[in-house]
C-alpha cells in the first residue's frame, strides 16, 4: 500500500545550475577587475596612492581566484577567458593610464606611446598564454615551475616601480629623487623594458609549483617576516624594493631553466651524439 503525501506538504523546488561554490572564483575575478577599474578612477582624481592600493589588491585577487578554482574544483573555460580579460585591463590597461596621468602626459604624444606599447605586449603577453592551454601535450617536467616571459601581475609591479619609488620619495621629502622617477624618460624606459619582458622567451619561475629545498625554508621565513614588517611601517619603499629585488632574481632565473633542461636532456643529447638515436625506453 502506497503512502500518500500529506496535506500541505510542498515539495522543494529543485534548480539546476552551478553550486555557489563554483561561482566563487568567478566573483573574486570580478573583485579584481573592479578594483582595477577603480584605480583608474583614483588616478583620474589624482589620488595616486589610492590608485596604487587598488592595483596591490587586483594583483592579491589575481593569485588567489586560480588557487580558489583548483580547490573548489570549478574550473572552466570561462573562468580562464574571464580571468585574461580582467588580467589585460588591471595589469595592462590600468598602470599605463596610472603612469600616464602621473607622468609622461607632460611628453604629449610621444609619452603615449610607450603606454600603446605596454598594453599591446601585455595582450599578446596574455594571449600566447591562453594558446598553450590548448597544448596537445603538456610541457616538459623541469619546464612547469618557469613562465615563458614575465606573467602579467608581476609585469604591472615592475611598470608601477617608479610610482611606488615615487611616493616613497615624496613621503620623505626628497625632491630631488621624485623627479628623476617622476621624469616621463624614465617612466617611458621602465614601461617599454617591461613590455619587452612580457613578451620575451625568458624563462621566470613560477612561484605556483615552486620547491625551496629544507635548508632555505627558515630563511624564507625570516625573509617573509622581515618584508611584511617593512610593508606595513613603509609600504612604499617595500614594493618598489620587491621590484627591484624581481628583476634580480630574473638572470638566476634563467640560469635555473638552463641548468634543469641540460640535466633532463644531457643523456639523450649525449646518445645521440653517438650516432646510435634516441634512447630506447625501459
Known sequence: MSRLPRRGRRSRPRFK?????????????????????TAMRFALDQR??????????????????GRLARLLKAVSR???????LADFLCFGVA??????????????GYGFAPCLMFAVCMALRLARF??????PSPPPAYAQTFFTGVPAPAGAGLAL??????????????????????????????????????????????????KIPAHYVLPVLLGTGLFAAVLVADPWAALAAAGLLYVVMLPFSRRSFHRLRAEAEGPI??????????????
Open 78 to 84: 570561462f573562468g580562464a577567458e574571464f580571468d585574461s
Open 95 to 108: 598602470p599605463a593610464f596610472i603612469l600616464y596621468l602621473w607622468s609622461l602626459r607632460a611628453g604629449g
Open 130 to 135: 591562453n594558446a598553450t592551454l590548448d597544448a
Open 269 to 282: 643529447e649525449a646518445h645521440e651524439a653517438e650516432g646510435n638515436g634516441p634512447p630506447s625506453s625501459p
Open 48 to 65: 595616486f596612492g589610492d590608485a596604487a592600493v587598488a592595483l596591490v589588491v587586483a594583483g592579491a585577487i589575481d593569485g588567489l581566484d
Open 17 to 37: 545550475g552551478p553550486s555557489f561554490n563554483r561561482m566563487i572564483p568567478n566573483l573574486m575575478t570580478m573583485l579584481g577587475l573592479c578594483a582595477g577599474l
Open 161 to 210: 616601480f617608479p610610482l611606488f619609488a615615487g611616493l616613497w620619495a615624496r613621503s620623505l621629502g626628497w625632491t630631488r629623487l621624485l623627479g628623476v622617477v617622476q621624469h616621463p624618460l624614465f617612466c617611458a624606459l621602465v614601461l617599454v623594458g617591461t613590455a619587452l619582458l612580457l613578451v620575451s622567451t625568458l624563462p621566470v619561475w613560477s612561484f605556483k609549483n615552486f
